[in-house]
């Protein structure tokens, strides 16, 4: 074991109150583990939607410009004067960015639990993923299976435990099937097949062709195409024969939130027998938890029983309580190479993430795109 480990690598996104973005690398201590922590070293850490927010801000990617080589590369960019405002609890504090990550224990504490998961290989969240080491309490990690790679673990928080979350809010809120925007992403793939697997029917809304087939190829009935001209008469189509009154948006921006709620009240008003100014009873909900649309929401409200809310995950996991979350957990590892395999373009080292051509392919934020980073390959 590297026993002896007391620096490394770790990447950092710094917006400054002047309206510049700076990423670096920064040599940083790695202090030895308590009694109860783990260091890991980091071999795994995908680039999710979720950590471009927090590397990029509201940077534009087309102003990036690179200074220096290797490891002393720094990466800067412009943030318009309009966005700096709301980057506001952020401004001028150099910040470490990675959601998820996985790798191996390499040193361990004193306490049982700690000194078990030395040499294992372990699935972490909770930020601070892309540098090359990571100290972490032994019960915060999630112990894979034998013979799992770092790889394969990497992605088994985020994007499992939200699609999970998803068909579990649609069962306690009372709705039996739902719709997701965005859907041909590594997230939406693993919805279909979660839902394929529970029998629930999801509509999936995609705006490519090419999405649309990513989609049938892994066995989606509904999947509707925001480009195609009956755009809203198939998605009122796909709801009726659904019954879909729930949605996740990832887009959370412009006029697709409320084009899905006026579809849902146009399904439920045709099923009504008697005619109300009010509209349907029938409840209608989007959550928006994603961004990948910056424009602001867009909506006239279809009737009066509508909503429409914000959903992240550790909030989600917070309120079903430590048990119902661990049941969760435990089906993303049963079902690790299958329904919640994660697949990657592109491998990169922590230097590589500050290379203009690979920071402007994954702030593209691409359908089928996805870039994982490995801190500990070499530059």
């Known amino acids: 074991m590297t026993a002896d480990i007391t620096t490394g690598l770790e990447l950092r996104s710094l917006i400054k109150s002047s ?16 009694p109860d922590e783990i260091v890991v070293r980091v071999e795994a850490s995908p680039i999710n939607p979720s950590d471009l927010g927090l590397l990029l801000g509201a940077a534009d990617p087309a102003t990036a410009k690179v200074t220096g080589s290797g490891a002393s590369a720094v990466v800067t960019a412009r943030v318009a004067e309009a966005n700096l405002k709301a980057m506001g609890g952020r401004l001028d504090e150099s910040m470490a960015v990675g959601n998820e990550g996985a790798g191996t224990v390499v040193k361990a504490g004193s306490s049982e639990a700690a000194q078990a998961l030395l040499g294992k290989t372990v699935a972490m969240i909770g930020g601070a993923m892309y540098a090359q ?9 999630l112990l ?3 013979g799992t790679t770092a790889e394969a673990g990497a992605s088994c928080f985020v994007n499992p435990l939200t699609s999970l979350g998803m068909t579990e809010t649609m069962r306690r809120e009372g709705h039996k099937a739902l719709v997701h925007t965005a859907a041909a ?10 839902c394929q697997k529970d ?6 809304i995609v705006r490519s062709e090419a999405q649309e087939k990513i ?7 509904y999947v509707v195409n925001t480009t195609a001209p009956g755009f809203f008469e198939d998605l009122v189509a796909a709801l009726e024969a659904t019954g879909a009154t729930i949605a996740f948006d990832a887009t959370g921006g412009g006029k697709l939130q409320g084009q899905i709620l006026h579809a849902m009240e146009a399904a439920a008003v045709k099923a009504m027998k008697v005619y109300s100014r009010y509209g349907s009873t029938t409840h209608k909900q989007v959550y928006v938890y994603g961004r990948l649309e910056p424009r602001p929401i867009e909506l006239s409200p279809p009737g009066m029983a509508w909503g429409m809310g914000g959903w992240l995950l550790f909030p989600f996991l917070q309120k079903i309580g430590k048990d119902d979350a661990a049941k969760l957990r435990a089906r993303v590892v049963a079902e690790l190479k299958t329904t919640f395999a994660s697949h990657y373009t592109k491998t990169i080292s922590l230097q590589d993430v500050l290379n203009l051509d690979n920071l402007r392919a994954y702030a593209k934020r691409a359908t089928g795109e996805k870039y994982l980073i490995n801190p500990n390959l070499p530059g």
């Open 19 to 34: 309206g510049e973005l700076e990423i670096s690398l920064q040599q940083v201590t790695i202090p030895a583990p308590g």
């Open 133 to 141: 080491y990571r100290v972490i309490k032994a019960k915060e990690v």
């Open 144 to 146: 894979l299976p034998d």
């Open 185 to 194: 992403s590594n997230l939406g793939q693993m919805l279909n097949k979660i």
């Open 199 to 204: 029998g629930i029917d999801l509509v999936n």
């Open 215 to 221: 989609l049938r190829d892994i066995g989606a009935k």
